[in-house]
């Protein structure tokens, strides 16, 4: 049995009825990473003997109990901005490479306790910022379904970890997109929640009105498993709220969905591939009874990715000024450099232990806050924030759900877009919205551009993810048979 193959469900079988043990499947997946890993470059740290520990204590379990958790002995891949207790954590980030974090966050003290395996931390642009892993200040990691490829970002090493089974499943986040898009570069299946479905604590943060901690998986089953594990009310995050249930799922009944298709996300711009594969699928649910709707977005496509790179950047400057080498993280001072000045050590530490994307937002961030500034960007783009809920609001009182595609072309090539900000930034121009908004969606795997895999993004309302994984799952069953 080729046991890295295996989804969450399939595991847990072949677990309870004891065709395998935990440890085997954990080593299954370790010898993997070790062969393969040099080629995907995935994982920026492995905790193998935490991996193995973890895994004899399910295998215990099973030993004493009838019944185990869902996930218990399943191993996992977490995002390296993710606190792991006893871990490094790095966000890919030189000014964290050495930091161990003191604490787990939330959703991994809820996967400790079904018994979850961490197999290690993977890859990612430096602090969640890019969207093609590029920005990683350890190197990039590949696309394994094309090595010179990139896998998508800010979670692309989750979604390669996924993809190239080097993990049952991952945790990946998402600002704009990070885990959608590197879900449809790798072919793989990534869920956004709604703002405030999982707890953010213990996840380093990125821009705090947008991040959402979500799963990268194989199936949109093993989506709704995990999510169901990691959702709920924390009260360490005063912003998590209870989810569970809002919506009773409608399983499997496409007859009366209305499926809305906003007309601005099939515009200029996108692969003429990717807009026949997208549409071949939308097509696919209306042949399954659901009624299609043509819906108008204007703010959110128009205005999104521009407000967006007002409201994340200033967040960012905020967030990421405790880095100044003084209270954390790496600092001039620790490698005996001469620092003349406390203002000194900030000003070095901050340059030497920041990437220059991180500098870049910084200083964007900076900016928009300033006296005289504003006014005039911060404040007007918190207004076209509210128009593009409103925008959101309207369409949703005509249809259930929108489909749109995920990103407008498939995984583009290493070094293809690094040395152009903009054109990279273009690349979340279907997702942002999502973010602002705070509203839940999922990418799924729905065709492919010769081997290149293409997303359909699901965009629900809030606290409505088993509809839209429920709906996804229609298709990822119609398309199996
Ligand atoms: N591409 C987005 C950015 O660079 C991704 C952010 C995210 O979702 N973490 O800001």
């Known amino acids: 049995m080729e046991l890295h193959k295996l989804t969450i469900t399939q595991a847990h079988q072949g677990l309870v009825k004891r065709e395998f043990s935990a440890v085997e499947l954990t080593k299954a997946f370790l010898d993997r990473i070790e062969k393969l890993d040099k080629k995907f470059f995935a994982y920026l740290t492995i905790t193998k003997n935490l991996a193995i520990s973890q895994a004899k204590t399910t295998d215990s379990l099973i030993l004493r109990e009838k019944e185990i958790p869902i996930l218990a002995g399943i191993p996992l891949a977490v995002k390296d901005n993710i606190l792991v207790e006893d871990v490094r954590c790095t966000a890919a980030s030189k000014i964290l490479e050495s930091y161990i974090a003191p604490y787990d966050a939330t959703c991994i003290k809820k996967l400790k306790a079904q018994g ?35 896998p998508g970002g800010s979670s692309g090493g989750s979604a390669a970890a996924v993809a190239g089974n080097l993990c049952c499943y991952a945790l990946g986040s998402d600002t704009c997109g990070s885990i959608r898009q590197p879900g449809s570069f790798c072919g793989v299946v990534g869920l956004k929640p709604t703002y405030g479905a999982v707890s953010r604590y213990g996840l380093i943060a990125m821009a705090s009105s947008l991040d959402q901690i979500g799963p990268i998986t194989k199936t949109v089953k093993d989506a709704k498993i995990v999510f169901d594990v990691i959702s709920g009310k924390d009260p360490f995050d005063s912003t998590s709220v209870e989810s569970k249930s809002k919506v009773k799922s409608q399983k499997s009944k496409v007859d009366d969905l209305r499926i809305g298709v906003p007309k601005e996300y099939f515009a200029k711009g996108i692969d003429p591939e990717v807009e026949k594969i997208v549409k071949s699928a939308i097509k696919k649910y209306e042949a399954l009874g659901a009624n299609i709707e043509e819906v ?20 960012v400057s905020a967030n990421l000024a405790r880095y100044d080498g003084i209270k954390y993280g790496y600092s001039v001072t620790s490698n005996r450099q001469q620092a003349t000045s406390l203002l000194d050590v900030y000003l070095k530490s901050r340059a030497e232990g920041f990437g220059e994307e991180v500098r870049r937002r910084i200083m964007l961030g900076t900016y928009a806050l300033s006296a005289g500034y504003y006014e005039a960007y911060y404040l007007k783009a918190q207004k076209i924030r509210t128009l593009i809920r409103k925008d959101f609001e309207r369409v949703f009182k005509k249809v259930d759900v929108l489909m749109t595609p995920t ?13 152009d900000p903009l054109l990279m930034y273009l690349s979340d121009i279907y997702m942002g919205a999502v973010n602002l ?45």
């Open 116 to 150: 979850a395996v961490i197999l290690g931390k993977t890859n990612m642009d430096e602090f969640a910022m890019g969207s093609s892993c590029e920005h990683s200040a350890f190197g990039p990691t590949k696309n394994p379904h094309d090595l010179t490829r990139v």
């Open 437 to 481: 908004v705070g509203l839940p969606a999922v990418s799924i795997p729905c065709g492919k551009v010769t081997n290149l895999p293409v997303g359909l993004q699901i965009i629900g309302k809030p606290f409505e993810e088993d509809r839209i994984l429920d709906i996804a799952g229609i298709f990822e069953k119609s398309n199996c048979l």
């Open 407 to 419: 990103s407008p072309t498939p995984a583009f090539k290493l070094g293809e877009k690094i040395v």
């Open 296 to 315: 108008s977005l204007p703010y959110s496509t128009e205005h999104a990715l521009a407000t967006y790179y007002i409201i994340m950047p200033s967040e």
